[in-house]
T-cell receptor, first 117, second 113 residues
Framework: AQKVTQAQTEISVVEKEDVTLDCVYE???????LFWYKQPPSGELVFLIR??????QNEISGRYSWNFQKSTSSFNFTITASQVVDSAVYFC??????????????FGAGTILRVKS | NAGVTQTPKFQVLKTGQSMTLQCAQD?????MSWYRQDPGMGLRLIHY???????DQGEVPNGYNVSRSTTEDFPLRLLSAAPSQTSVYFC????????????FGNGTRLTVT
């Protein structure tokens, strides 16, 4: 069975603080993909990043960075110098299903990030 | 390109009523799916389709029906609405390639009284 755990239900920070959102996953598949999505207050779901299980390189995109560690089954997301516009719900998701079943993603419960000015 | 379009944005139903949530995509994606979002539970897969004429159940299919007669459209039918179906519903599409990112519609907020 596949499972994604985002233990942090809600995080509040003050603008310019760094914040890390945790994501721990479970899967028996050796090939899988991990994703992060952002859901701002307007409600849409925005794709942020995809990482496959064979690529453990960390990724940085502007103020966003992602740390993938297979040894601890974690795919954590850090926002550096947070801004009010980063306030959103962030979802971590896992796809470990073979192609015959399509492209099913299993989502974590989400972490609400509130950035105060 | 419009991407994934869902209608309506909001809907209120009485218990026992039926309705169809519409979803259309213009990206020629073969894979389409419906998720529901509930507080503290993330998104859960209701039904999905890997192409026209092919559908299958996801994690929480009870009370919902789908069909896929064209590549573009993937409607979700509530057969007899129940208060437990109060939720936000998202339609998503992607290429069928394993690991393709899902493209989501803007969601439908459904309330069943």
């Amino acid at each position: 069975a596949q499972k994604v755990t985002q233990a942090q239900t809600e995080i509040s920070v003050v603008e310019k603080e760094d914040v890390t959102l945790d994501c721990v996953y479970e899967t028996r598949d050796t090939t899988y993909y991990l994703f992060w999505y952002k859901q701002p207050p307007s409600g849409e779901l925005v794709f942020l990043i995809r990482r496959n299980s064979f690529d453990e390189q960390n990724e940085i995109s502007g103020r966003y960075s992602w740390n993938f560690q297979k040894s601890t089954s974690s795919f954590n997301f850090t926002i550096t110098a947070s801004q009010v516009v980063d306030s959103a719900v962030y979802f971590c998701a896992l796809s470990g299903t073979p192609m015959e079943y399509g492209n099913k993603l299993v989502f974590g419960a989400g972490t609400i990030l509130r950035v105060k000015s | 390109n419009a991407g994934v379009t869902q209608t309506p944005k909001f809907q209120v139903l009485k218990t026992g009523q039926s309705m169809t949530l519409q979803c259309a995509q213009d990206m020629n994606h073969e894979y389409m799916s419906w998720y529901r979002q509930d507080p503290g539970m993330g998104l859960r897969l209701i039904h999905y389709s890997v192409g026209a004429g092919i559908t299958d159940q996801g994690e929480v299919p009870n009370g919902y029906n789908v069909s896929r007669s064209t590549t573009e459209d993937f409607p979700l039918r509530l057969l007899s609405a129940a208060p437990s179906q109060t939720s936000v519903y998202f339609c998503a599409s992607s290429w069928t390639g394993f690991g393709s990112p899902l493209h989501f519609g803007n969601g439908t907020r459904l309330t069943v009284t």
